[in-house]
């Protein structure tokens, strides 16, 4: 079955700078991946997603890359704010209308002011 | 966007009672799912459901038990609870053939 890996599991950053988070999955054939946010006390929320037939996907301060042929993708955040400090999750999943999401361990980033 | 609601939000119970937790979305999604989230392990899935009398076992489904009687709740028991089982546990849903899961807030389960 299909295995996510996120780094790092922890992220400080300064206010303005950017925060780049990684995930690696095993299996070929999954071809969605999504990001979700996730605030203190609340379910996580989707930000993000990119399909295997686009290599980047941008969302104003936000963007996803994905390598196929590595079988990585990523999360860019820019200019980031204290409100983007939260936990993030990757996922990845084969696009069959059954949507049973593989999820990364997470990724706690913090902005400080 | 989709509401999905859980209940309780807060439960401590003891090794061996049988709890349910309850889940509700407003939305005739088709497709629910419930998770649990662990420190390090991030959301797994428990079971998961593509529509009524439709249950189907997650990646962590030993102790836990879903039934599907109409479009809008899918409870999770937990037969005879243990102390691993102490988790968030989240419930969501999407719709038929979209790929957007929409999450409930969580229920903080303490099972001493």
């Known amino acids: 079955g299909e295995n996510v890996e996120q780094h790092p599991s922890t992220l400080s950053v300064q206010e303005g700078d950017s925060a780049v988070i990684k995930c690696t999955y095993s299996d070929s054939a999954s071809n969605y991946f999504p990001w979700y946010k996730q605030e203190l006390g609340k379910g996580p929320q989707l930000i993000i997603d990119i399909r295997s037939n686009v290599g980047e996907k941008k969302d104003q301060r936000i963007a996803v890359t994905l390598n196929k042929t590595a079988k990585h993708f990523s999360l860019h955040i820019t200019e980031t704010q204290p409100e983007d400090s939260a936990v993030y999750f990757c996922a990845a999943t084969m696009n069959t209308g059954f949507q049973k999401l593989v999820f990364g361990t997470g990724t706690r980033l913090l902005v400080s002011p | 966007d989709a509401e999905i609601t859980q209940s309780p939000r807060h439960k401590i119970t003891e090794t061996g009672r049988q709890v349910t937790l309850a889940c509700h979305q407003i939305?005739?999604?088709?497709?629910m799912f419930w998770y649990r989230q662990d420190l390090g392990h991030g959301l797994r899935l428990i079971h998961y459901s593509y529509g009524v009398h439709d249950t189907n076992k997650g990646e962590v489904s030993d102790g836990y038990s879903v039934s599907r009687s109409n479009t809008e709740d899918l409870p999770l028991t937990l037969e005879s609870a243990a102390s691993s089982q102490t988790s968030v546990y989240f419930c969501?849903?999407?719709?038929?053939?979209?790929?957007?899961?929409?999450f409930g807030p969580g229920t903080r389960l303490t099972v001493l």
């Open positions: 969501a849903s999407s719709e038929l053939g979209a790929n957007e899961q929409f």
């Open positions: 939305w005739n999604h088709n497709n």
